[in-house]
């Protein structure tokens, strides 16, 4: 379902735009590959409160070629 609906989704967004995503167990590492590309920036990975990351956000890039892959960020399930 990831494989095609990241890339459709950055099609279909305006610049700007957050796509959300609840996460299966253990689908970080395939999802993380999708978005490392310049269509998506700002990317943040949100555990559950056992630690495992079950949501992903990640904004819209302005201009194709233009996303930051090196702005990701994993919050903790204790942060506020």
Do not use: F, K
């Amino acid at each position: 379902v990831y494989t095609r609906l990241i890339p459709q989704a950055a099609q279909a967004m305006r610049s700007g735009g957050y796509l959300v995503l609840e996460l299966g167990y253990d689908s970080q590492v395939w999802v993380r590959s999708l978005l490392e590309t310049p269509e998506w920036a700002d990317v943040r990975w949100l555990p559950d409160l056992a630690g495992i990351v079950r949501v992903v956000t990640a904004r819209r890039t302005r201009e194709q070629g233009t996303g930051n892959r090196e702005q990701t960020e994993t919050i903790s399930a204790e942060h506020p």
